[in-house]
Structures are given as structure tokens and as C-alpha cells.
């Protein structure tokens, strides 16, 4: 009897607890209240198809949360301030670590490779001999096929509360590319609110790499509303226009004069519908940027994005040569995310640091080329702030 009084008194305190944590109702003096989730190991959960998972939670000085998991090296969730200094969950993903197990889960947080982005046709050739990789997308391979590594069980080789690194290494010939592929990608989270993303990987036989972050912001909240509304600056003044299955056509465009001139900060929304072929094409954004050369300390400031109802600022820096910018047109209620809204269109956007989008078809691009021996090394940097 007592126990269950005990119980009855546990169950109303977590009721309690839990009624404070549902979203509320938006207000004008807190305009980030909807905006709260939070992820906790054990409703997370500890297996995914019969194999350890776990969440990583990387919490810095001021409260700020960055949640991970070895399943696909995912990021899961990012708790930042808004400008009223109310934690807001900028990242869009699922609660528990099995939702991500689902061919039909549109890549949320994951590094995706070993090419990230497309190969035209699902072929490419090195050294005479010509590889095909599976056709997942059209007639192309996107994001390293059926199998990419956005489905890899990854090893944790480090993790404290300030970052995590994962491993793994892809056999020879998965999902048809070339040399056994020893990847490792370390996350870090800074006391600044700074999450750097390091990549490294070696391969025992000559074989293409592109690895990136697939993260879908919304820096007004997950599940929110559009992104439409988002401020974007992308210090990029050429983009490499495509064809009608998205795959670059070999030139580097001018963005001036064209919806893709995002060289001045406007909003996302502004030419979004616009009457032009390339955005048909993508049904919105869906494109590589060419980064200007304005390399500090090795880093290219890609891109500077504002939530427009919470002023949360993020700013991208790479050593990459290109940003895909793809503004979430293939989202449409497919998916329920953390806070149990859906994945409506454009509600989340991806800003992808990466090489060119085809470099193993395309001669005049940036090469993406590992040969053995040779180590694949590259960083970016998203910094998180607010406006006054
Ligand atoms: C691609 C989109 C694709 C999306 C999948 C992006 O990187 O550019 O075309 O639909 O990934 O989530």
C-alpha cells in the first residue's frame, strides 16, 4: 500500500514535471515557448536492429546541448539560446534512436558519405576502371547509396562531455566504391557555442570521399513553421547550376542578377518561387555555392543564417570549397519529430560544407580523390549567437 502511494505521488510528480516540459502555447513576451525538447537517454533507447546505441549529451558552461549518437554519427538535437536567453532545440530529428532506422527517414543530423551529395548515374572511373555505386536517387546515387553511412553503426573511440568521436570503416567495394574506407569524425562543443565537426579518413585503395553533415536548422525551433522567414547570407558568388536530376552541369554561374545571389542577407522566402528553370529543377534550393576564397585561419565563412522570430544567429566556417544549400523541398509530413509536430514542407533547411556535388565526373571541380596513403582531413565550424 505504501508503494503505491509512493507510486501514486511519483506518478503525479513526473505527470507534473512532464506537463512542464509539453510545448506551450507561443506568447509575445516569450515567442520561444513552443520550442522546447528534450531528449533523454532512456526514452532514447539503447538498441537499434539488435545493436548498441547510445545518446551522447555534450552540455557547455551556459546550458547549451548538443545530442548525438553513434547511429549514422548523428546529430540529434542542439539546444542554443534564443535572444531572450530561452533554450531552443535548433536541429530537427526523432525522439527515440530507432526512428532513424527507416529507408524512408530523410537523412536528420547523420554524416552521410562516403560521397555525400550525387554521382551522376551511379558511376564514376579511377585509373581506367569504372566503379558503380547503387541508384537510390533518380538515376543517380545520392549520399553513398541505400547503405550510406547515415545507416553505419559507428564505434566510439572517445567521448567526454565536451566531444565525441566516432569510427568506422567501410569494407571494400560497399555499395560499390573502391578501398577499405577508415573514417573518423569527432564532434566538439565549445563553452562559446561553437560545435566543430572534424573529419579524417584513409583508404588502402584509390577511392572518392565527401563527407558532410546533414543536419536540418530551423533556428526559430524545431517544428515551427517554415524556414521561409530565415535571414540567409552566403558568401558565394558563383553556384553550380544543374540538370533536371540535379546533377552539375560543369559550369560556375554567376549568382548575380538571379535568385541564387544571396551575396546581400535576405530572406529565404524572398525568391524562393520565382520563375526560373534552376529552381524548378530543385523545386526551391537544392544547390551548390562556391565559397569566396575568404580563408581565416584555413576557414571559409560560408554562411551567415537568423531565425527571424528568435533571432538565434549560425554561422557556418569551412575548409570546404562548397555549400549545398537545399531549403527542404522533399519534406511533407512524412516523419513526426521530437516535440510531435511533422516534417511539413520547408520546415527545416540543410547547409551542407562539402565538395562539389559529381566531382568524380567533373574534371574542372575541386578533386575528391583519396589515394592510399594519403589522409582525408577537413573541418567545419557552425558558431551559434543571437541578435541584440
Ligand atoms: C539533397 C536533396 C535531398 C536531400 C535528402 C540533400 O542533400 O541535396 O536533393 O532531397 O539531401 O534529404
Not at 505521488?9 to 525538447?37: R, V, W, Y
Not at 554521382?119 to 545520392?142: M, Q, S, V
Not at 549520399?143 to 545507416?151: A, N, Q
Not at 567521448?159 to 566538439?188: C, Q
Amino acid at each position: 500500500m505504501k508503494r503505491n502511494i509512493a507510486n501514486l505521488f511519483l506518478g503525479g510528480a513526473l505527470i507534473g514535471l512532464m506537463s512542464c516540459q509539453q510545448p506551450q502555447k507561443q506568447t509575445a513576451e516569450n515567442p520561444s515557448d513552443t520550442l522546447h525538447t528534450i531528449l533523454d537517454s532512456a526514452s532514447f533507447g539503447s538498441k537499434v536492429a539488435g545493436k548498441d546505441v547510445k545518446l551522447y549529451t555534450l552540455k557547455n558552461a551556459s546550458g547549451s546541448t548538443a545530442y548525438l549518437t553513434n547511429f549514422g554519427a548523428r546529430l540529434v538535437g542542439l539546444m542554443v539560446p534564443d535572444k531572450h536567453g530561452t533554450l531552443t532545440d535548433v536541429v530537427l530529428g526523432f525522439d527515440k534512436a530507432s526512428s532513424y532506422n527507416n529507408p524512408a527517414e530523410p537523412y536528420f543530423g547523420p554524416i552521410v558519405g562516403p560521397f555525400g551529395n550525387r554521382i551522376a548515374k551511379g558511376k564514376f572511373t579511377l585509373d581506367g576502371e569504372t566503379f558503380t555505386t547503387p541508384t537510390n536517387n533518380g538515376p543517380n546515387t545520392l549520399h553513398g547509396g541505400k547503405k550510406g553511412l547515415h545507416f553505419a553503426n559507428w564505434e566510439v573511440k572517445e567521448a567526454n562531455a565536451k566531444m565525441v568521436t566516432f569510427t568506422y570503416t567501410l569494407p571494400d567495394r560497399h555499395e560499390g566504391f573502391p578501398g577499405n574506407i577508415s573514417m573518423e569524425v569527432t564532434y566538439s562543443w565549445s563553452d562559446n557555442n561553437e560545435l566543430t565537426i572534424h573529419y579524417q579518413a584513409t583508404s588502402d585503395k584509390k577511392t572518392v570521399i565527401n563527407l558532410t553533415n546533414h543536419a536540418y536548422f530551423n533556428l526559430n525551433g524545431e517544428g515551427s513553421g517554415t524556414i521561409l522567414d530565415h535571414q540567409l547570407k552566403v558568401f558565394a558568388d558563383k553556384y553550380t547550376p544543374v540538370d533536371s536530376t540535379l546533377i552539375p552541369t560543369g559550369e560556375l554561374a554567376p549568382v548575380k542578377g538571379t535568385p541564387f545571389d544571396f551575396t546581400v542577407s535576405k530572406t529565404i522566402g524572398k525568391d524562393i518561387e520565382q520563375d526560373n528553370q534552376q529552381l524548378k529543377f530543385g523545386k526551391g534550393y537544392d544547390h551548390n555555392f562556391v565559397l569566396n576564397e575568404t580563408k581565416v585561419d584555413g576557414l571559409n565563412h560560408a554562411v551567415t543564417l537568423t531565425g527571424d522570430r528568435t533571432g538565434i544567429v549560425m554561422e557556418i566556417y569551412t575548409q570546404e570549397p562548397g555549400i549545398q544549400f537545399y531549403s527542404g523541398n522533399f519534406m511533407g509530413n512524412k516523419v513526426t519529430l521530437k516535440n510531435g509536430k511533422t516534417d511539413s514542407f520547408r520546415t527545416g533547411l540543410c547547409l551542407e560544407p562539402q565538395h562539389f556535388p559529381d566531382s568524380p565526373n567533373q574534371p574542372n571541380f575541386p578533386s575528391t580523390v583519396l589515394n592510399p596513403g594519403d589522409t582525408y582531413s577537413t573541418k567545419s565550424i557552425y558558431k551559434f549567437s543571437t541578435t541584440k
